[in-house]
């Protein structure tokens, strides 16, 4: 199945930015895969499933009563962001990941935007909807503790979802292999590109476009970058800056930090 999920993706990404009409029916055939694969997903981890409107926009899949031999903590919950590039996926895709993390982290449930995607919704749509869960968690859910965690383009939204609820932000957060610096411009897109096929240089490009729906690449908005960036390496450290040129999507810097890990522990009882 894991194989079939590969290649699914892989055809689905060489298409981001071409042809349209190519891209929209290469991803139908993943969404049509994610039925089953969310269905696979249920069965392995027994939880309940139902969908809340979290807004006029956004409907958000809730996982609870996930398995688990240790008693999960109440009013902890855990909102989980899809990746995909901001253009493709669904919380189908993602159901085993963030129940394996709940189970583990003793969270009462999970909760999982099905945000709009791009191209059919540029930024900052994609943003909107997670901000609608996450204060529907917090108001309605009455979730007193929350912990964000988002794989690739998630990430960078559960970057940015912490960013933009300073007055009220979320306990934990966890950033899974994060799509963080939209102008593409890492040198490891190089160094990996002959291991990482998934994410190639020019897939994470087209996306990036499609995403913030102008060309990432282009001088001025390098130049703009650069500057900010030169910026803030000569500031004092801190665990990640931010710059948002033109109104575009955020693209986020690190700096040298010293960071305490956040690790969950299962009790000799709980282990197999």
């Keep these: 199945m894991h194989t079939g999920l590969t290649k699914i993706i892989q055809r689905v990404a060489k298409t981001i930015g071409q042809s349209q ?6 991803r139908a055939l993943a969404n049509w895969f994610g039925r089953y694969l969310g ?7 027994k939880f309940e499933l139902k969908k809340v409107e ?10 609870t009563r996930i398995a688990t031999q240790v008693t999960p903590e109440p009013s902890r919950w855990l909102m ?6 901001f253009c493709m996926l669904d919380p189908r895709f993602y159901y085993g990941l963030a129940a ?20 059919d919704f540029g ?10 869960t996450y204060k529907w968690m917090r ?14 383009s998630g990430g960078n939204l559960a970057a940015a979802v912490t960013l933009k609820k300073k007055d009220t932000p979320p306990e934990a957060v966890a950033l899974l292999s994060p799509f963080l610096d939209m102008t593409i411009s890492g040198e490891t897109y190089d160094l990996n590109a002959d291991t990482d096929r998934l994410v190639s240089k020019t ?18 908005y390098q130049q703009k970058s650069s500057k900010r960036r030169a910026r803030t390496r000569s500031c004092r450290p801190c665990s990640l800056k931010i710059f948002q040129p033109f109104s575009t999507p955020p693209s986020f810097s690190f700096m040298q930090v010293s960071v305490k890990p956040f690790c969950v522990t299962r009790s000799s009882s709980t282990r197999k």
């Design 139 to 152: 108001d309605d859910q009455k979730a007193g503790k929350v912990a964000i965690a988002g794989d690739s």
């Design 100 to 119: 394996h993390i709940a189970r583990d982290g003793r969270f009462e449930g999970v909760v999982i935007p099905d945000f709009r995607l791009s191209p």
């Design 203 to 220: 897939n994470a490009t087209r996306a990036a476009e499609m995403y913030s729906m102008c060309l990432v690449n282009s001088n001025q």
């Design 54 to 63: 979290v807004s006029p926009s956004c409907t958000a899949h809730v996982l």
């Design 80 to 85: 989980f962001l899809h990746g995909g590039g």
């Design 21 to 26: 009409v190519t891209f929209m029916a290469d």
């Design 123 to 132: 930024y900052p749509a994609q943003l909107e909807d997670c901000l609608s």
């Design 39 to 45: 269905k696979y997903w249920q069965r392995k981890y």
